[in-house]
């Protein structure tokens, strides 16, 4: 059974910085494509970044510079560094995975993606 478990979250006050990180269970980096989603109330989710089984990256544009998405083979896990954060960053942080036998996926940041994590709340006060 494959399972994605989401810790680090917290509050941060603007401009500060935040790990998020993503244990996988039942399931490792081999042929997956992961990647960090959020969703903020009353908002829909968005595709936040995503790293390729190949190792290419992809980041949203209003994170770009800011946020680092990396993973650690040898702990199974998935992680987001993320940097100079705005309230605008407030949101429920979702990690996703997929197996891409290509080694990639698509539109990774709109993919649907077929596993995923409960969230980690991150909240930055201005």
């Known amino acids: 059974q494959v399972v994605l478990v989401e810790s680090g979250g917290g509050s941060v006050q603007a401009g500060g910085t935040l790990n998020v990180s993503c244990l996988l269970h039942?399931?490792?980096?081999?042929?997956?494509?992961m990647a960090w989603f959020r969703q903020a109330p009353g908002k829909e989710r968005e595709g936040v970044a995503a790293l390729s089984w190949r190792g290419g990256r992809t980041y949203a544009e209003f994170v770009r510079g800011r946020f680092t998405i990396s993973r650690n083979d040898a702990e199974n896990s998935l992680y987001l560094h993320m940097n100079n954060l705005t309230s605008e960053d407030t949101a429920m942080y979702y990690c996703?995975?997929?197996?891409?036998?290509?080694?990639?996926?698509?539109?990774?940041?709109?993919?649907?993606?077929?596993?995923w994590g409960q969230g980690t709340q991150v909240t930055v006060s201005s």
């Open positions: 039942g399931i490792t980096f081999t042929n997956l494509c």
């Open positions: 996703a995975a997929e197996r891409c036998a290509f080694g990639y996926l698509p539109a990774a940041l709109q993919y649907s993606y077929t596993y």
